[in-house]
């Protein structure tokens, strides 16, 4: 993956994220949103080490 798919990725989680707040989501739906997006912030620092 690319960093550029990556960063669009981390975006769209974002705006998932603020989503997820908006609709008044529950703690576990948001957790996993989170997690996902952690990964992707993840992935992104490491490819931006190469």
Do not use: K, T
């Amino acid at each position: 993956m690319s960093r550029e798919e990556i960063i669009a990725e981390i975006e769209r989680l974002r705006a998932r994220m603020y989503d997820l707040v908006d609709a008044g989501a529950n703690y576990d739906d948001l957790i996993l949103a989170s997690q996902e997006l952690d990964r992707y912030i993840v992935m992104y620092h490491i490819a931006a080490r190469f």
